[in-house]
C-alpha cells in the first residue's frame, strides 16, 4: 500500500507550498514512485510544481456521468481510460488534479467508481501526497481512507491554534485510519504547545519561498540548501517511520 501523506489547514497556511516541498524532496530522495494529488477545487499545486496539467478529475467524472451506454464502451473502462490520460507525468513524479467536488446532482455510480479508481491507482505508487482544500471536505468525502501522516499546518497564532484543533478533532471522528498527525508551524521559528496534538515541525518564513510565487518560478528552482525547504527535509526524516 502506498504511504499517504495528506496536508490540510486554513486558507493560505501554505498547504501547496508544503506539499510541493515534500514532492520535491521524495523526488529527490528516489524514495519511490510519487504521485501528488492537488485535491483543492482551486488547483495550483501542478502550477507550483511546473507541471501542465490536460485535465482534471472532475472533468472525467461529469463526462462518464452523461455517458450514453450504447456507445461501445463501458462506464468503468471509460472512466479509468479518461483518467489515464489526465495523470500528468513529470520529472520522478506524477500529479492528478482532482477538480471541483460532485455539485447537487451527484451522480453516485460515477462516485463510485471514483473512489474505486483513486484506490486501485494509488496503490500503484510508493508515495501519494495529497494537498487538501482548506476544509476537510477531501476526506470527508472519503475518496482516501488510510493516512500514513496528516499534517496540518498553521501559523502559531490563536487562529492557528483554534483551526489546528478544529481540523484534528474533525479528522479523529472520520472513518479514516491515521497513523500519524501533527502540526506544522508555517512562517513561525517556534510553534504553540497544544495538548493531544504532536508537533511535527516548524518552518520559518523565507524570503525564497515567498519570492517564487512571485516570480513565476517553481519550488524546484528553490536553492538545495533553503532552510524551508531543509526543514520539509527534516520533517519527513524525523516523521515518516
Ligand atoms: N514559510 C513560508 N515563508 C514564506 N512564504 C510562504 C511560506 N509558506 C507559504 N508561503 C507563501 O504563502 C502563500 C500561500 O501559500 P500556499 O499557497 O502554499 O497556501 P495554501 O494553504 O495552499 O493556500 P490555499 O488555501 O489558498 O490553497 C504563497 O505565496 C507562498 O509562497
Ligand atoms: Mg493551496
Known amino acids: 500500500m502506498a504511504t ?13 507550498t508544503i506539499s510541493s516541498m515534500i514532492v520535491r524532496a521524495l523526488v529527490e530522495q528516489s524514495a519511490g514512485s510519487v504521485l501528488a494529488v492537488d485535491a483543492d477545487p482551486n488547483s495550483c499545486l501542478a502550477l507550483t510544481m511546473g507541471v501542465e496539467v490536460e485535465g482534471t478529475i472532475a472533468e472525467i467524472r461529469d463526462l462518464t456521468r452523461d455517458k450514453k451506454d450504447n456507445d461501445g464502451m463501458d462506464r468503468s473502462r471509460f472512466f479509468e481510460y479518461g483518467i489515464q490520460k489526465i495523470v500528468a507525468e513529470a520529472k520522478g513524479f506524477d500529479v492528478l488534479t482532482m477538480g471541483h467536488p460532485e455539485g447537487p446532482s451527484c451522480y453516485c455510480a460515477a462516485n463510485n467508481l471514483l473512489r474505486r479508481y483513486i484506490d486501485k491507482l494509488s496503490n500503484s505508487y510508493d508515495f501519494v501526497i495529497l494537498d487538501n482544500e482548506a476544509g476537510m471536505e477531501h476526506l470527508s468525502r472519503r475518496t482516501t481512507n488510510h493516512v500514513d501522516l496528516l499534517c496540518i499546518v498553521a501559523e502559531p497564532t490563536i487562529i492557528g491554534e483554534v483551526t489546528a484543533k478544529r481540523i484534528a478533532g474533525l479528522v479523529s471522528n472520520l472513518p479514516i485510519e491515521i497513523k500519524q498527525s501533527g502540526v ?21 518564513f523565507d524570503q525564497e519561498l515567498y519570492d517564487i510565487a512571485r516570480q513565476s518560478n517553481t519550488i524546484f528552482d528553490l536553492d538545495k540548501d533553503n532552510p524551508a525547504f531543509l526543514a520539509v527535509k527534516e520533517i519527513l526524516r524525523t516523521n515518516l517511520s
Open 4 to 16: 499517504t501523506i495528506a496536508i490540510s489547514g486554513k486558507g493560505g497556511s501554505g498547504k501547496t
Open 184 to 204: 506544522i508551524w508555517n512562517r513561525a521559528d517556534n510553534g504553540i504547545a497544544i495538548d493531544g496534538i504532536d508537533e511535527l515541525g516548524c518552518i520559518s
